[in-house]
């Protein structure tokens, strides 16, 4: 049973699944379906978390949007995800960074990550 459910998950993944970590400014490229109509939408922030794996992966991004914050969660291997375009690299210690819900401003920034 175990061996059919990872054949089924295998198929179901992206061959290139974007490289991207917690604290890295992104924009997403979303499908989005009005009506009959299909179109992209883009939604740019920061990656507060990764989790799960394989084809159950999934990652969450929050922007300010007019003054209040706006989290999505995206499943990486989606065809409804388009593309993952990384703008800046973030120099982070943690994994999952819930702590900056409760800041505002330029406290709410991630420092960036100088290679």
């Keep these: 049973m175990n061996e ?8 179901q993944m992206k061959a290139e699944a974007p ?6 400014t992104v924009k ?8 009959n ?8 922030g920061v990656v ?6 394989s084809s159950r992966e999934t990652f969450t991004v929050r922007k300010t949007s007019g003054g209040i ?16 375009e990384v703008i ?9 960074l819930n702590y900056l819900r409760q800041r505002v401003g330029k406290a709410a ?3 960036e990550l100088v290679k």
Aim: hydrophobic share 35%; glycine share 10%; proline share 3%.
């Design 4 to 11: 059919i459910i990872r054949n089924i998950e295998a198929a």
């Design 19 to 24: 490289k991207f970590n917690v604290g890295d």
């Design 28 to 35: 997403v490229y979303g499908k989005i379906k009005e009506g």
């Design 37 to 44: 109509r299909e179109r992209i939408q883009v939604f740019e």
């Design 48 to 53: 507060l978390k990764k989790q799960g794996g």
């Design 69 to 84: 914050g706006v989290e999505k969660t995206w499943p990486l291997h989606s065809p409804n995800v388009e593309k993952v």
């Design 88 to 96: 800046r690299r973030g120099k982070v210690r943690r994994a999952k």
């Design 109 to 111: 920034k991630v420092k």
